[in-house]
């Protein structure tokens, strides 16, 4: 295996199109309550009225005593934050700005 021809094929264009897979079917619902993969298990990756109305539901946070294990941000991630990105959800193409919540604050942005 070409190690180096692996890397030069699959590396991520962090400015690409990003595509919400909350468009069709039962997904729609997860377009009105997302589900929330928390960094570091940092629950201010919720909002504020989310928590209050609904805990961490839909999170990824982990029962007490249980803790995440070689957790990393990908760079591609931290190249693409703050900036716009094209986002595709059905065949509508919009222009967003990438800053999600749960990359915020583990950023302190």
């Keep these: 295996m070409n190690l180096e021809h692996l890397r030069a094929t699959t590396r991520p264009d962090p400015l690409g199109e990003q595509v919400s897979p909350t468009s069709d079917g039962i997904y729609r619902v997860s377009y009105m309550l997302p ?3 928390l960094i570091k298990q940092n629950r201010r990756g919720i ?3 989310r928590r209050a109305f609904l ?9 007490p005593g249980q803790v995440p294990v070689n957790e990393s941000v990908h760079e591609s991630t931290l190249a693409r934050f703050g900036k ?6 059905g065949k509508a ?4 700005e990438y800053r ?3 990359l915020m604050v583990v950023l302190g942005k």
């Design 35 to 37: 589900f929330i993969r």
């Design 47 to 49: 909002s504020a009225l």
């Design 55 to 63: 805990g961490s539901w839909r999170s990824s946070l982990l029962p």
């Design 93 to 96: 193409l919009s222009a967003i």
């Design 84 to 89: 716009r990105v094209p986002q595709r959800r």
């Design 100 to 102: 999600p919540r749960s």
